[in-house]
């Protein structure tokens, strides 16, 4: 049983930069590949990056590639989501999610993903 917890979203202007956390409970964190994902208002929730146990492969979506980076640390029990270059686009409740299985490459579908966070708000607006 993994629980997760995210933060650090908010209200920002486009262009701007923020940073999402989630933290995790449990001693087997490095066991899981963990994953953000975001839904917007009246969409389906959609793949934003994921990162593998170790850290040592991840992806992103077209989207948010060169924009955000996922990084992990397995000693805090931390996965974070750097956010550059903020659009209006990119306003969502943001998920992150862990993935139990043992898949070489960190999964971009939600369904391959065990354990859910409660989600942060992330709005850019001028």
């Known amino acids: 049983q993994v629980q997760l917890v995210e933060s650090g979203g908010g209200l920002v202007q486009p262009g701007d930069s923020l940073r999402l956390s989630c933290a995790a409970s449990g001693r087997t964190f490095s066991s899981y590949a963990m994953g953000w994902f975001r839904q917007a208002p009246g969409k389906e929730r959609e793949f934003v990056a994921a990162?593998?146990?170790?850290?040592?492969?991840?992806r992103y979506s077209d989207s948010v590639q060169g924009r955000f980076t996922i990084s992990r640390d397995n000693a805090k029990n931390t996965v974070s989501l750097q956010m550059n270059s903020l659009k209006p686009e990119d306003t969502a409740v943001y998920y992150c999610?862990?993935?139990?299985?043992?898949?070489?490459?960190?999964?971009?579908?939600?369904?391959?993903?065990?354990?859910w966070g409660q989600g942060t708000q992330v709005t850019v607006s001028s």
């Open positions: 990162i593998r146990r170790n850290g040592g492969s991840t």
């Open positions: 999610a862990a993935d139990g299985s043992t898949r070489y490459q960190p999964s971009t579908r939600s369904m391959t993903y065990d354990y």
